[in-house]
């Protein structure tokens, strides 16, 4: 089946430091590619998603200068968290559709990055 | 706009019992789905079962079911069998119309016992 693979799957890095996370599909070409933020105990909230070769578009309350994405292949996306500071803190991941238009294709997820900025 | 509901923060279920997990939802579009994805202590979503606003039968994947009643507006996974590794959270959730993206609920805690 389809496979997302994430890197990093834990980040710990001082408050000030950009932290970069990688997303690819592995065996499928993903056009749009989904970056979700989930704190503890809570559910999943779509942050941005990723457009091959265009620029994310991102969701209400989410800074695009704080997080920047970058979709510059089919396989691969990227999140940079700049200047990170402790409430960056969070468990982030990402998904990603071979057919996003189709809505009965499963989304295929990353097993995420757990990052904590001191 | 969509809304999807899971209304048990917390389910206990005894190994080998079936256990019903709760969604409800809310949309204005004719066509949509309903997936289902288990989360383990470890972080990964994992796929479990998809339900269309049009499909005639109720959704079945080994021992996950969907008891889907469109006109209440509810698509309940039913997990028979609870084995002790299904102990983790389950999330509802609907893909938008405009973008792909899911929409989750809140989730629900699973954890079956011996």
């Known amino acids: 089946g389809a496979v997302v693979s994430q890197h990093p799957s834990w980040v710990i890095c001082k408050s000030g430091t950009s932290v970069k996370i990688e997303c690819r599909s592995l065996?499928?070409?993903?056009?749009?590619m989904f970056w979700y933020r989930q704190f503890p105990k809570q559910s999943l909230m779509l942050m941005a998603t990723s457009n091959e070769g265009s620029k994310a578009t991102y969701e209400q309350g989410v800074e695009k200068d704080k997080f920047l994405i970058n979709h510059a292949s089919l396989t691969l996306s990227t999140l940079t968290v700049t200047s990170a500071h402790p409430e960056d803190s969070s468990f982030y991941i990402c998904?990603?559709?071979?057919?996003?238009?189709?809505?009965?294709?499963?989304?295929?997820f990353g097993d995420g990055t757990r990052l904590s900025i001191l | 706009a969509q809304k999807i509901t899971q209304t048990q923060p917390g389910m206990f279920v005894q190994e080998k019992e079936a256990v019903t997990l709760d969604c409800t939802y809310d949309t204005s579009d004719q066509s949509y789905g309903l997936f289902w994805y288990k989360q383990p202590s470890s972080g990964e979503m994992i796929f479990l079962i998809y339900?269309?606003?049009?499909?005639?039968q109720n959704a079945t994947e080994g021992r996950y079911s969907l008891n889907f009643q469109k006109a209440r507006k509810s698509a309940n996974l039913v997990i028979s069998a609870s084995q002790l590794g299904d102990s983790a959270m389950y999330f509802c959730?609907?893909?938008?119309?405009?973008?792909?993206?899911?929409?989750f609920g809140k989730g629900t805690s699973l954890l079956v016992t011996p």
């Open positions: 959730a609907m893909k938008r119309n405009s973008g792909y993206a899911l929409n």
């Open positions: 998904s990603a559709s071979d057919r996003a238009v189709f809505s009965n294709q499963p989304q295929h």
């Open positions: 339900q269309g606003s049009y499909d005639e």
């Open positions: 065996d499928f070409q993903a056009t749009t």
